[in-house]
């Protein structure tokens, strides 16, 4: 719904800051890809970069036919990329 309205209406003063917390919001339900691709949109390249490299991790760790090794390593990555970026990813940092 939100992100209808924003784009419905691109030309709105401060749209960015909607779009912005809209990333914010889908990146909090794991909504990785849709949400770099809002973050590229009002030109938050590293936010956009940083949730590109957590869609990599967070399907890794969905791979079918991984052993338990292998999925244990990929949920440590995950978890570790997502301890050191806890206010990277799931912060509004623009409404400070």
């Known amino acids: 719904m939100l992100q209808s309205f924003a784009e419905q209406n ?3 003063p401060d749209i960015r800051l909607v779009r912005y917390a809209l990333a914010v919001r ?5 909504r990785y890809r ?5 973050y590229r949109s ?6 956009a970069q ?7 991790l967070s399907q890794a760790v969905d791979k079918p036919r991984l052993s338990t090794e292998q999925r244990l390593e990929a949920r440590y990555e995950l978890a570790a990329f997502i301890a050191a970026n806890p206010n990277k990813l799931y912060f509004n940092d623009t409404l400070r």
């Open 10 to 12: 691109p030309d709105l």
């Open 26 to 30: 889908l990146a909090r339900e794991e």
């Open 50 to 56: 940083r949730m590109q490299q957590l869609a990599l």
């Open 42 to 47: 009002v030109r938050a390249y590293l936010r």
């Open 34 to 38: 849709e949400a770099a691709e809002l």
